[in-house]
C-alpha cells in the first residue's frame, strides 16, 4: 500500500508564491514519474507539471517559467514551486507518482489526497 500525502496549499494573493510538497510512503522500490495535476471547480483534472526518476520535467505551457517540478528521489517526494500565482491557477492540486515495488516489473498508479489553492486576485 502507497500514501501519497500532499501540503502547501492554502490562499494567496495574486503575484505571490506558494511551495507544494508530495512525500509518498509504502514499501516502494522505485518512483518513475511523480507529477502535479490540477482540476478548477467544474472543470476535469488537468496535467501541471511532470518529473522523471532522472529528472526529466515536463510542463503545460500555462505555467512554464511561473511552476517548477522538483524530486527528492531519497525521500520519495516531489515539490512544486509556484511564483507570480494569477487567479487561474485557482484549483486544487493533486499528486500522482507512478510507483514499482520489489520483485515486479509492474507500475502503478496512485493520487495524494488533494490539496487547495486559491488565488485572490
Known amino acids: 500500500q502507497v500514501q501519497l500525502v500532499e501540503s502547501g496549499g492554502g490562499l494567496v494573493q495574486a503575484g505571490g508564491s506558494l511551495r507544494l510538497s508530495c512525500a509518498a510512503s509504502?514499501?516502494?522500490?522505485?518512483?518513475?514519474?511523480m507529477g502535479w495535476y490540477r482540476q478548477a471547480p467544474g472543470k476535469q483534472r488537468d496535467l501541471v507539471a511532470t518529473?522523471?526518476?532522472?529528472?526529466?520535467?515536463d510542463y503545460v505551457d500555462s505555467v512554464n517559467g511561473r511552476f517548477t517540478i522538483s524530486r527528492d528521489t531519497a525521500k520519495n517526494a516531489v515539490y512544486l514551486q509556484m511564483n507570480s500565482l494569477k487567479s487561474e491557477d485557482t484549483a486544487v492540486y493533486y499528486c500522482?507518482?507512478?510507483?514499482?515495488?520489489?520483485?515486479?516489473?509492474?507500475?502503478?498508479?496512485?493520487w495524494g489526497q488533494g490539496t487547495q489553492v486559491t488565488v485572490s486576485s
Open positions: 518529473i522523471t526518476s532522472a529528472g526529466i520535467t
Open positions: 500522482k507518482a507512478l510507483v514499482r515495488f520489489y520483485n515486479s516489473d509492474y507500475t502503478y498508479q496512485y
Open positions: 509504502g514499501s516502494i522500490f522505485t518512483i518513475n514519474v
